[in-house]
């Protein structure tokens, strides 16, 4: 599976809609984004029960500001809709895999929103 690119009119529906969804959050000028894009589509191709999702914050303005969004790269995941990780900065690959399984693995019961 590859990536797909989120808008605000398909941004909730998506994550409300998807058991896993991780959210990049990423510019085109930001070094730091573009080191990390082949990381999270190598993620993408290999995870294929996890919605790998992009959003081009010069783009999508709106939606950066109403994520609270202020350093990019940002990674969020979500959980049957619960935002559960959220964090700045560019992960490793083997940082994202650890993510993803601990998201895999996460009981919604015994966390608070991470909102």
Excluded: Y
């Amino acid at each position: 599976m590859t990536t797909v690119d989120l808008t605000a009119a398909t941004f909730e529906t998506t994550v409300q809609d998807s058991p896993i969804v991780l959210v990049d959050f990423w510019a085109s000028w930001c070094g730091p984004c573009r080191m990390f894009a082949p990381v999270f589509e190598r993620a993408a191709v290999v995870h294929s029960d996890v919605v790998f999702a992009k959003v081009d914050t010069e783009a999508e303005r709106d939606l950066a500001a109403a994520a609270q969004i202020t350093s990019i790269p940002t990674l969020m995941a979500f959980k049957d809709g619960r935002l559960v990780f959220r964090q700045a900065g560019a992960l490793p690959a083997a940082g994202l895999e650890q993510l993803i399984g601990a998201v895999r693995n996460l009981a919604l019961d015994d966390v608070a929103d991470a909102s």
